[in-house]
């Protein structure tokens, strides 16, 4: 219905006129937006947007977008990304032993909910192996332990690489991810299966029974070297009650866990997060 | 915080430039914007827009803004208004016997969550004079009958006109308003007692019970003359189940119908609410 | 973790002594009760109940159980209905061409959610024959056209039987059912893509879309004779706004529908689910 | 509608037979049961139930219903409670400087949501005293400083005496209530405005402004001397966005907390909440 369009996201200093600014420079060229949201954190004195323009009809190539509109963001001194809707992302799914995100995710990758491919599983056990070959996926097991962890780490690096990937979607991958890794490779979100920040760090759901709570929740957020403590980018919770055992949580849980992490996913790929300080803006 | 500010809301035929054309009226004039909005319906071709800047260092006086957007907005075909957060609506509040949203809205005008006053109540019973009493409220007993219902409606209009109000909230006032009266004063909000268009009309929770919904939920809309069919502001739910006898499915209703048309009138007075067709496009 | 058990599930006239007169049943025979839960609706006269009890110790053979509650429960004039937890009820789940509530059943099914069997998938088109490939599941395509509607509901009947079917999941199944099939089958569940009684029939997306509603919502129920009319067993809703198209709704909702179709199919195979009117008791 | 009834809330160790004993005590002394559920916590080997029955018709005195039921509970090492649901409980609401909570539990006790009677408004601060006056409601302004806290709270404790209280709401009462109070008078419901566990202690809603949540929720539970650990009665939750300043979650916050504090005090004065461990079964 659309065609391909360009999207920026942008964040700067507040003044007057950057509305102004970034709509001319698209304008002037021709351009057609068909979305913007704008965000001022006052405390910060910062101004955010988000603007999405139609590609057909647009007089500037596509890589003099780029340096074409870094002549406008230099004197704002503006951070920025520009992104083209036609480029497919390509994500690494990693894995432990529960396969309720990973089938969620490849199923709305399929049904073209993602603009995203999916080329490789990661997973520190083989279990999962035999869904990679039913979706005719590559499947790399490697286990880590202590003692292997930078070397392993390592590897999986390389695998990323090998596959150019662009993200990578811990879909349950019980394991931490060192600072070192991250910082080589930081575009990864996670889905944590609480109402962060409650019941940090591991086993949720028994600390969530334990305590007595009437609500359990998952959050899904970019992954930083502080454990579960990254910028959130969405939220989801569900009603239980004293009825509910451990392994009802966990059922309950895995639903919004699915539900949590795509809309995460999706909102990444569309473009429509952008990360300051440790917090998001979500332009919906 | 934040000084006063105008806001635009603007519908017009979608077309390149709107947002560079709209955003350099009030960069020109010295605006600092402060929230910028905007959705392109693509079925109608209808563009749709909301902007507010800040009236601290912008040079046109307040009385030449319409003017001068005007010479911008007709070439366009737009449709237009223009508000300041100064300005301090007067809503009516029309109430029946029933008194949970009267108390939650004047609770909230005093606690400022309404930039607003309510001078005024008008109902067509006696009830609720104690409650305008105890607020120190005027309080109009108007009864209607099918006999009388054409000349106290026009006591009603009157009444508008003295009190100089700009919005009338009916606040479970459980009477049909005829649609001369609507022609003569549009401004209207109504809370219906259902998840509409679930339960068009008379007894919802009874209609709701009957049925044996799960869920229960409350709308308000604005007011046309085709019978709770009105642009939807907002609406919320709440889950119940076979214990909920009809009093508990009222009980749990009110708490629904107290917030959702709360959240309706604050919407419409922070002039985020742009109607088009019978659809409403709400700028949070 | 706990042996099988037996569950009653009972309704009868309202009398006192009705607890007493079934739990002492229970407790004759050496029956450890683990659920037992009543709801009385007064306006109907009825008791309704609910109770589970573990095998293991309990006296009485499990074939002479039925025949023993019924000296009880003739007196009482009941409707009442004995399972097993340990049977494995077989389930023919029903689709047109979309696969998400399929494939979800069919992972809830192999995560153990379900304590049943999916032998057949049954479609009126031959798409989603990949999938039951995939799972190894048999495939039936049976066209429907109003020409043959007679014989075809004939072939599909004969295939319930022939595999022992003993619930019918129609998973979007977009075809209505005839009251003739019902009657000879009517253990059957449906998904239907709307809050009901709103947006009754074909295209509920598209209609919510035009009225401009703020949520959206799915609806299981038993399937009846009358279209997207009978006794709902469980409903859940999304809020939507005006960014939203038909496409969007229609992709909110397949979450929505996956997880009330499984809860609503969940329920009825732990027994949970009492039929009375045309409404629910559902057992939480 | 329904006559006066009894409420039994029993807990005791799990064993066969409970359900027959405890329902033949009522049928055997002609009582009707219109409410009868249970709850076993397996790792707990615990039994606990709420059961009620309609006065009309039963055969044993008041006055002689516990002496009876405990000829029955001893032996099975029980504890239980029993009430009559026409005994008005007599509420001391204690605030500070927030209104909302106040007006709301005064206006649900005036539209009879709340079978109690609230004869004593109790604060730190003179504020609210117009709010008492204006429903007609002894106010006492009792400072409290580090100081004078000991001295203070023994004034709390004789009003509390002076007006026969049965039960304690903090209606957003910012003061820490001493372990020697809460060992003497401890029937106190509190509401925090977090959802407990996360943004335990001060200024919550800043904490989750920080924290970039995207959710926020409310929390009522029963205060123990360990703070805002106490068994939690009822949560619930709302969405927010980056667009919601620390205000705005202020704001909307509030309405949690009216709803949330409401629902709680309204489960225990039905006598649906059981106790046990740190953790609460609600019957429904």
Not at 233 to 240: A, G, L, T
């Amino acid at each position: 219905m659309i065609s391909p369009t360009a999207t920026l996201l942008i964040s700067c200093p507040d003044q007057r006129g950057l509305v102004a600014k970034i709509a001319n420079f698209i304008y002037a060229n021709g351009g057609n937006i068909i979305h913007a949201d704008q965000h001022t954190d006052f405390a910060a004195g910062l101004f955010l947007t988000r603007i999405e323009w139609q590609l057909d009809g647009f007089n500037l190539p596509r890589d003099l977008i780029a340096p074409a509109f870094n002549a406008i963001a230099q004197p704002l001194q503006a951070k920025w990304e520009l992104h083209f809707s036609d480029t497919v992302r390509r994500i690494a799914i990693w894995v432990s032993r529960q396969d309720h995100c990973l089938f969620d995710l490849i199923w709305r990758q399929r049904a073209k909910e993602f603009a995203a491919e999916i080329p490789v599983i990661i997973s520190n056990h083989p279990d999962l192996k035999v869904v990679a070959e039913q979706f005719d996926i590559d499947y790399h097991h490697i286990p880590i332990i202590k003692e292997n962890k930078q070397e392993q780490e390592a590897k999986q690096l390389e695998l990323l690489h090998q596959y150019k990937i662009d993200l990578v979607v811990l879909a349950k991958y019980m394991q931490i991810i060192s600072g070192e890794f991250i910082s080589k490779f930081p575009q990864i979100i996670n889905i944590h299966h609480s109402f962060l920040p409650a019941f940090v760090g591991a086993n949720p759901y028994h600390k969530a029974f334990e305590r007595g709570v009437k609500i359990i929740g998952a959050t899904s957020h970019y992954v930083t070297d502080h454990l579960d403590a990254g910028p959130i980018i969405e939220q989801d919770v569900v009603r239980v009650s004293h009825r509910d055992e451990v392994e009802d949580l966990i059922r309950k849980g895995k639903d919004l866990e699915r539900v949590v992490l795509a809309r995460a996913v999706r909102l990444h790929l569309q473009n429509r997060v952008l990360v300051y300080g440790n917090k998001t803006v979500v332009f919906e």
